[in-house]
């Protein structure tokens, strides 16, 4: 579903977490939870195909099993999922349910950093080919280009292994255009029984091809090793169609490509390499097969833990954002506050719902409940959230007094949106001076009362540790970080237990 992802401009990765560990997991709720999580506004709909025509230019639905991206285009519609495909309204019809998503457009996200080692990847390949055009015969070059075929193929098969979905191997694997855990390819690498310190033989191909392509660039008088060695993978080669014609009676495409590949390197090894033993590119061959070989298998069997500590995290993330634990965690711990006040609050000031951030200017850790703060005003205007800032009237600290009374002018004069910027700052430079220099327009007298008034209801609660969040009066449980609070938010406005606690 890679088209899907570039389409609504999300991270993979980061949705398959988010949504394999939602509670309701596989479902549409589970689904659009997570799009909210991400940033993508969204409704739900059941929607009769005969009022279809009236949904906007672009949704989602379930197509052929799959969560698609769906775009009208004239009397037809574009369907992303793993590829494009242009398909009829009667096609597009009868492949769907009738559940459709309505979302907003948001801001692309992209992962620079897997594109920038992809393309130096793909840098230093092209680069070495190119130099052993120049640097070798002809016949030693088409060899080094079927190695590396074969070890983008090994690539490709290995990050299949680990869940990674491959284009490639998609392509060549897929039944009917859309990939199936059951088909030939898969059957074919089951069946597959050797295993050594934890590799198959797809492994065997990755470090095989690796060591070629390392030997016949690096060392190109070795040609006569590549030669003999190939050879060898003439047992393979009996060994892969014997289990694909006699055991599964299926082929597998992608295997018979490999296999095309390495009888490519026998013939041409055969007719033009010459032979002229030497024992050092043997030496030098094996060192490198074997170097590679547990290079392998150490990133395979680290590869295998992270799987294992990803599933460990699923069941935990899930277990963590089921909304009944968390409200049961929730309400143990109520605070009676009874002073009410506008003081720093900002959202909506009529909500049911009421975040309470008890805070400080000197609490490094504070910055990161500000950004939380800021996301859910972006995010849900209609909850309302005041900053509770223990200051006190005994306070004999001129630069706290400072920066509090330039906070609420700023609040005061100019609203939320500034008041968080002029915290950020704050934060992010921690000196009175630049900070004072910057707002000095905003240093004058304010009433404190309300912020002292508030903070002598926090220390009475023994409130005194910052930050800490409340929900409706409820102290937000330590059993979860801060930012997990994006989980419920939510179920939160809906849950009428909770919008009724008087705040």
Same mark, same amino acid.
């Given at each position: 579903?890679?088209?899907?992802?570039?389409?609504?401009?999300?991270?993979?990765?980061?949705?398959?977490?988010?949504?394999?560990?939602?509670?309701?997991?596989?479902?549409?709720?589970?689904?659009?939870?997570?799009?909210?999580?991400?940033?993508?506004?969204?409704?739900?709909?059941?929607?009769?195909?005969?009022?279809?025509?009236?949904?906007?230019?672009?949704?989602?639905?379930?197509?052929?099993?799959?969560?698609?991206?769906?775009?009208?285009?004239?009397?037809?519609?574009?369907?992303?999922?793993?590829?494009?495909?242009?398909?009829?309204?009667?096609?597009?019809?009868?492949?769907?349910?009738?559940?459709?998503?309505?979302?907003?457009?948001?801001?692309?996200?992209?992962?620079?950093?897997?594109?920038?080692?992809?393309?130096?990847?793909?840098?230093?390949?092209?680069?070495?080919? #190119?130099?052993?055009?120049?640097? &070798? @015969? $002809? /016949? !030693?070059?088409? =060899?080094?280009?079927?190695? *590396?075929? +074969? %070890?983008?193929?090994?690539?490709?098969?290995?990050?299949?292994?680990?869940?990674?979905?491959?284009?490639?191997?998609?392509?060549?694997?897929?039944?009917?255009?859309?990939?199936?855990?059951?088909?030939?390819?898969?059957?074919?690498?089951?069946?597959?029984?050797?295993? #050594?310190?934890?590799?198959?033989? &797809? @492994? $065997? /191909? !990755?470090?095989? =091809?690796?060591?070629?392509? *390392?030997? +016949? %660039?690096?060392?190109?008088?070795?040609?006569?090793?590549?030669?003999?060695?190939?050879?060898?993978?003439?047992?393979?080669?009996?060994?892969?169609?014997?289990?694909?014609?006699?055991?599964?009676?299926?082929?597998?495409?992608?295997?018979?490509?490999?296999?095309?590949?390495?009888?490519?390197?026998?013939?041409?090894?055969?007719?033009?390499?010459?032979?002229?033993?030497?024992?050092?590119?043997?030496?030098?061959?094996?060192?490198?097969?074997?170097?590679?070989?547990?290079?392998?298998?150490?990133?395979?069997?680290?590869?295998?833990?992270?799987?294992?500590?990803?599933?460990?995290?699923?069941?935990?993330?899930?277990?963590?954002?089921?909304?009944?634990?968390?409200?049961?965690?929730?309400?143990?711990?109520?605070?009676?506050?009874?002073?009410?006040?506008?003081?720093?609050?900002?959202?909506?000031?009529?909500?049911?719902?009421?975040?309470?951030?008890?805070?400080?200017?000197?609490?490094?850790?504070?910055?990161?409940?500000?950004?939380?703060?800021?996301?859910?005003?972006?995010?849900?205007?209609?909850?309302?959230?005041?900053?509770?800032?223990?200051?006190?009237?005994?306070?004999?600290?001129?630069?706290?007094?400072?920066?509090?009374?330039?906070?609420?002018?700023?609040?005061?004069?100019?609203?939320?949106?500034?008041?968080?910027?002029?915290?950020?700052?704050?934060?992010?430079?921690?000196?009175?001076?630049?900070?004072?220099?910057?707002?000095?327009?905003?240093?004058?007298?304010?009433?404190?009362?309300?912020?002292?008034?508030?903070?002598?209801?926090?220390?009475?609660?023994?409130?005194?540790?910052?930050?800490?969040?409340?929900?409706?009066?409820?102290?937000?449980?330590?059993?979860?970080?801060?930012?997990?609070?994006?989980?419920?938010?939510?179920?939160?406005?809906?849950?009428?237990?909770?919008?009724?606690?008087?705040?």
């Amino acid at each position: 579903m890679d088209l899907f992802y570039r389409k609504l401009k999300i991270s993979k990765p980061e949705f398959l977490f988010q949504f394999q560990s939602h509670p309701n997991y596989p479902s549409s709720l589970a689904f659009s939870d997570t799009l909210s999580f991400l940033g993508i506004k969204n409704e739900a709909y059941e929607i009769e195909k005969e009022f279809w025509h009236e949904l906007p230019k672009q949704f989602i639905t379930v197509y052929n099993n799959n969560f698609s991206f769906v775009e009208k285009l004239n009397n037809e519609y574009l369907v992303f999922t793993d590829k494009k495909q242009k398909v009829s309204q009667e096609d597009l019809f009868n492949n769907s349910g009738d559940i459709v998503f309505i979302f907003e457009e948001t801001e692309s996200v992209n992962n620079k950093n897997n594109l920038n080692y992809k393309y130096f990847g793909i840098f230093l390949i092209a680069f070495a080919l #190119v130099l052993s055009f120049f640097t &070798s @015969d $002809f /016949s !030693l070059f088409f =060899f080094n280009l079927l190695s *590396t075929i +074969g %070890l983008i193929i090994s690539l490709e098969l290995f990050k299949n292994k680990f869940g990674e979905k491959s284009s490639i191997i998609d392509n060549f694997c897929s039944n009917d255009n859309n990939f199936d855990v059951e088909n030939s390819c898969n059957k074919i690498f089951k069946s597959d029984k050797i295993n #050594v310190l934890g590799l198959k033989l &797809s @492994d $065997f /191909s !990755l470090v095989y =091809f690796l060591s070629f392509l *390392t030997l +016949g %660039l690096l060392f190109p008088e070795s040609a006569i090793i590549l030669k003999y060695i190939s050879f060898l993978s003439i047992f393979v080669i009996f060994y892969s169609l014997y289990i694909q014609l006699f055991k599964e009676k299926s082929t597998c495409k992608i295997c018979l490509l490999i296999i095309t590949t390495l009888i490519g390197q026998i013939i041409l090894s055969s007719l033009f390499f010459v032979n002229n033993i030497n024992f050092k590119s043997l030496f030098i061959f094996f060192f490198i097969s074997i170097s590679l070989f547990f290079l392998v298998g150490y990133i395979d069997d680290i590869l295998k833990q992270k799987d294992k500590f990803y599933l460990m995290s699923l069941k935990n993330s899930r277990f963590k954002k089921n909304y009944d634990i968390f409200k049961r965690e929730l309400i143990l711990k109520p605070i009676n506050f009874k002073i009410k006040n506008n003081e720093f609050l900002l959202g909506n000031k009529s909500s049911k719902l009421n975040i309470s951030i008890i805070t400080n200017p000197y609490c490094g850790y504070c910055k990161e409940a500000y950004l939380i703060v800021e996301k859910i005003i972006s995010k849900y205007p209609e909850i309302s959230i005041q900053l509770r800032f223990n200051y006190f009237r005994n306070n004999s600290d001129e630069n706290l007094t400072m920066i509090i009374s330039i906070f609420r002018n700023i609040f005061k004069n100019k609203g939320s949106g500034l008041l968080l910027e002029a915290i950020e700052f704050w934060h992010n430079k921690n000196n009175i001076e630049i900070f004072k220099n910057q707002y000095k327009s905003y240093i004058n007298e304010t009433d404190m009362n309300g912020i002292f008034e508030l903070a002598e209801e926090n220390r009475n609660f023994g409130l005194t540790q910052t930050p800490q969040i409340l929900i409706n009066n409820y102290l937000f449980s330590n059993l979860y970080e801060r930012e997990d609070i994006f989980y419920f938010i939510d179920e939160l406005l809906e849950d009428e237990e909770i919008l009724n606690e008087k705040v």
